[in-house]
């Protein structure tokens, strides 16, 4: 396998439900991750997802792409401050996947 597993830190679908209060429909989800030195907050609903890297700004040479199973990969555009988005989701799972020089680090699979 080329691409490590970024660390789960954080996942906002872990924490506990008030017993008796529904949740909102569509609700988004946060997910944290951590690949070496870099956290990256992910937010993911029906709307679609938006991330940031924490420092607030990326590193020389980061880029993400959003993975689909069969491999096809879409470059993120991060901006100045970190943040990147997508709207148009592909349909099922996708990751994220964090290059750095020559290292590869791969969120595990989530579905928007």
């Known amino acids: 396998m080329d ?3 970024g660390e789960l830190l954080a996942d906002s679908a872990d924490e506990p439900a008030l017993a008796g209060v529904r ?14 030195d870099l956290t990256v907050v ?5 709307e679609g997802l938006w991330g940031q ?3 607030g700004a990326a590193p020389p040479g980061l880029r993400l ?4 199973p069969d491999g096809t990969a879409t470059p993120l555009e991060v901006d100045a401050h970190g943040r990147f988005m997508v709207t ?3 349909p099922g799972p996708v990751c994220v996947r964090c290059i750095r020089d020559e290292r590869r680090a791969i969120t ?3 579905v928007a």
């Open 3 to 5: 691409e490590e597993l």
């Open 23 to 36: 949740g909102a429909t569509g609700e988004a989800t946060m997910m944290t991750y951590r690949f070496d």
């Open 42 to 46: 992910c937010e993911v609903g029906s």
């Open 53 to 55: 890297i924490e420092s």
């Open 65 to 68: 792409e959003l993975v689909t």
């Open 88 to 90: 148009q989701m592909p």
């Open 108 to 110: 595990p699979w989530f």
